[in-house]
Nanobody, 121 residues
């Protein structure tokens, strides 16, 4: 069974940094894209950053210049380096992946369980 497991969330002061990780496991043939979304209380889930294999990263305007998404294909892991964090970045951060299983089934929206990021002012 394919799983996405996030880690690296926590509590940080404004201006600080955190690095989130998302590790995919299971009988995976290929990961087409991986990305990060977030959901703050009372708000809809929103895109933070995505990275397609062989492509350029895509960022929400609110995080451009502060966040960096990267991938280690060998480890099937995506990272989100978050710098200059602001209180408005507080949310549950979810990893998302577009995966092709070993049986060639494509799952376009596999989600992780989420990791809490809290930025204090």
């Amino acid at each position: 069974q394919v799983q996405l497991v996030e880690s690296g969330g926590g509590l940080v002061q404004a201006g600080g940094s955190l690095r989130l990780s998302c590790a995919a496991s299971g009988r995976i043939l290929k990961i087409n894209s991986m990305g990060w979304y977030r959901q703050a209380p009372g708000r809809q889930r929103e895109l933070v950053a995505t990275l397609i294999s062989g492509g350029s990263p895509n960022y929400a305007d609110s995080v451009k210049g502060r966040f960096t998404i990267s991938r280690d294909n060998a480890k099937k892991t995506a990272y989100l380096q978050m710098n200059s964090l602001k209180p408005e970045d507080t949310a549950v951060y979810y990893c998302n992946a577009d995966i092709i299983w070993s049986n060639f089934y494509r799952e376009r929206d596999r989600w992780g369980q989420g990791t809490q990021v809290t930025v204090s002012s």
